[in-house]
């Protein structure tokens, strides 16, 4: 099974974007969605996460601006975002966890907001 992640591009200052992330085939229903993004030169980071009971958390850095939402019928998870700006540019990579059973990572989708 791979995560397949879309939605990707190059947007304006302000602009907006949703990213949307499913996997290849049947999985069990993942404890635990997330969506994290790496920069050049910088480590990999947490953008959102969402628990299968809709527990959400949103780094410092996106609160306000980015929405976790997720389908549990189709094991989808979503990432609205909007009011970009240049330091959000990066991979963003989903992630989909369920305890005991699997991790899986998704191939990253690029997202470049210019100035």
């Given at each position: 099974?791979?995560?397949?992640a879309s939605g990707g591009g190059l947007v304006q200052h302000g602009g907006s974007?949703?990213?949307s992330c499913a996997p290849s085939g049947?999985?069990?229903t993942p404890n635990l969605m997330a969506w994290y993004r790496q920069a050049p030169g910088k480590q990999r980071e947490l953008v959102a996460s969402i628990t299968n009971l809709g527990s959400i958390n949103y780094a410092d850095s996106v609160e306000?601006?980015?929405t976790i939402?997720?389908?549990n019928a189709k094991?989808?998870?979503l990432l609205q975002m909007s009011k970009l700006n240049p330091e959000d540019t990066a991979?963003?990579?989903c992630y989909?966890?369920?305890?005991?059973?699997y991790i899986y990572w998704g191939q990253g989708t690029q997202v470049t907001v210019s100035s």
């Open positions: 099974v791979q995560l397949q974007l949703r990213l049947s999985i069990l306000g601006r980015f939402a997720r389908d094991n989808t998870v991979a963003y990579f989909m966890r369920r305890y005991g059973a």
